[in-house]
């Protein structure tokens, strides 16, 4: 049976997570990205026309 009183496992050499790494910088990341491919659209737009 398992004790009652014994601690939880921690696994303290676990790696980071990226997903959890990148997530506090999405506000920054979406806008600066969106605006990037807004410009990259519209200079392809006015480039083939």
Known sequence: MSDPHAQPHH???A????VEGIVPL???VLPVAG???IFLLAFIA????
Do not use: S, Y
């Open 26 to 28: 999405m506000p920054i």
């Open 46 to 49: 006015v480039f083939m026309a």
């Open 11 to 13: 696994q303290a050499d």
């Open 35 to 37: 605006g990037v491919l």
């Open 15 to 18: 790696p980071e997570d990226v």
